[in-house]
């Protein structure tokens, strides 16, 4: 295959960005799209021009490293799969295609792909966790948990927290990823003693990092890679209408 690529280069986040072309030949359709940009990375290294940097680590879809916008889709035109699972099959011979990073005011691009996304270690440091100690795993498994929320809670947990649901949504919110993360910890038994206090901390820290806010395009669990349910946003809302009476009654 041989293909043209599109690509934001951007030196650093106070230099303007454009997008560059550069054409790449006898691609083979077995590759992921970020062996892809291996390969263009190779060539411009013996061509000893500037490589394009691009987030990746586990490259099995699990560790939500990479996220580029491809062709206007957030990890590309494969629904429920991340850049580093799509392969090159999935594009013809001779496409166009355009790379972009994460657009979004919460999300500053560093450079060319890479974008800042420490917003979401903070909403996780502001309740997205559990200080009670759980001990083993045969103490852990001691605690019934009903199979509803047992299932409920791992779906949840699938949030790999790359981004990919502000990139796609028009008000760049970080809601489904807030939601996940709330409602994971909200449907576990280990979860309860930071219940009320989780859902406000971290809701207020989302809108102080200055994503937007959801008005239910849905954009967001279509673009998940994960599949990230839209319902968990409602039980953020729940979360937060009852913590917020929970404090007011306090």
Known sequence: MNLTLYIWRQKDRHSPGKMVRYEVKDVNPDMSFLELLDVLNQQLIERGEEPVAFDHDCREGICGSCGMMINGQAHGPQRATTACQLHMRHFKD?????????????????????????????????????????????????????????????????????????????????????????AHLALLPQGQPERTRRVLNMVQQMDKEGFGGCTNIGECSAACPKEISLDFIAMLNRELIRATASRQDD
């Open 94 to 182: 001779g496409d166009t295609i355009y790379v972009e990073p994460w657009r979004a005011r919460a999300f500053p691009v560093i450079k060319d792909l890479v974008v800042d996304r420490s917003a979401f270690d903070r909403i996780i440091a502001a309740g997205g966790y559990i200080s009670v100690s759980t001990g083993g795993a045969p103490d852990a498994n001691s605690i019934p948990v009903p199979k509803t929320n047992a299932d409920l809670a791992m779906d949840a947990a699938a949030c790999i927290g790359c981004g990919a649901c502000v990139a796609a949504c028009p008000n760049a919110s970080a809601m489904l990823f807030t939601a996940a993360k709330v």
